[in-house]
């Protein structure tokens, strides 16, 4: 999981690119990019930075075919979370090859949705402390830090309780995802300032590539929560499973 995550990363940020290009000024795209990358990837700034505008600066023309073909190359990383996530509810039949492909797509047009929503109430909230009412501007703060928590915890309930195969219940996956986005968000933290504090010594011992091993890191810490909260649904499921059946013998 964590092995097709990593080289799903680059064809993801491209797609990224190319839509918000169509849309969106250059400069605009790149800030925006750079501000959810620094987000959900805890590693060097300044190594998100260079990669946007690597990717920015070599991206060519922006054509419906280029678009399609990063999008299947960024689905990659979906496709395996569908697959993983399908097996932690022992009652779920593997999906089709071409249901996978369905939900992987759905999945990434979901984290779109929220990505966006959440950017612009950030950018919205920020404004108002900015430009019209700089007074409440720590509470905007807050504000922003708990939008942040939403999003990333309507993702994961919404991934519980759609990807498997089966009948999942609202309870199993809400509990599922707050675990698991509550966990997600202190792992970010953690990791994110033990990296910025020099104590992990990345660069060290592995010299330009220590941004690189931070990186894989952390995809694979990422995996663990995301299956931590798989496997915790189904387990929920199974236990109400069997008080029901317990309670009509």
Request: aromatic share 12%; net charge neutral; charged share 15%.
């Amino acid at each position: 999981m964590a092995f097709c995550a990593f080289f799903s990363l680059f064809p993801l940020l491209l797609f990224f690119i190319a839509l918000g290009t169509l849309f969106l000024e250059e400069e605009q795209v790149y800030r925006e990019v750079v501000s959810v990358l620094s987000e959900a990837i805890p590693i060097s700034r300044r190594l998100i930075e260079d990669n946007v505008q690597q990717a920015l600066d070599t991206r060519g023309p922006v054509t419906a075919l280029g678009v399609l073909g990063t999008l299947w190359s960024g689905s990659g990383l979906f496709r395996i979370v569908v697959v993983n996530v399908n097996r932690a509810w022992p009652e779920a039949a593997p999906r089709s090859y071409l249901s996978r492909h369905g939900v992987a797509l759905a999945m990434l047009g979901m984290l779109l949705l929220l990505v966006l929503l959440s950017t612009v109430a950030v950018s919205v909230l920020n404004f108002l402390s900015t430009e019209t009412i700089p007074s409440v501007s720590p509470l905007v703060t807050a504000v922003v830090t708990v939008v942040s928590l939403l999003t990333t915890f309507a993702f994961f309930v919404l991934v519980y309780r759609w990807v498997p195969n089966t009948g999942v219940r609202w309870s199993s996956a809400a509990v599922a995802g707050a675990v698991a986005g509550a966990a997600w968000r202190l792992a970010a933290d953690t990791f994110g300032w033990y990296v910025r504090s020099g104590i992990a010594g990345y660069e060290v011992v592995y010299g330009s590539l220590g941004a690189i091993v931070a990186l894989l890191f952390w995809i694979y810490l990422s995996s663990l929560i995301v299956l931590f909260g798989a496997y915790l649904g189904g387990a929920l499921d199974a236990r109400r499973d069997v008080e029901e059946r317990a309670a009509t013998d």
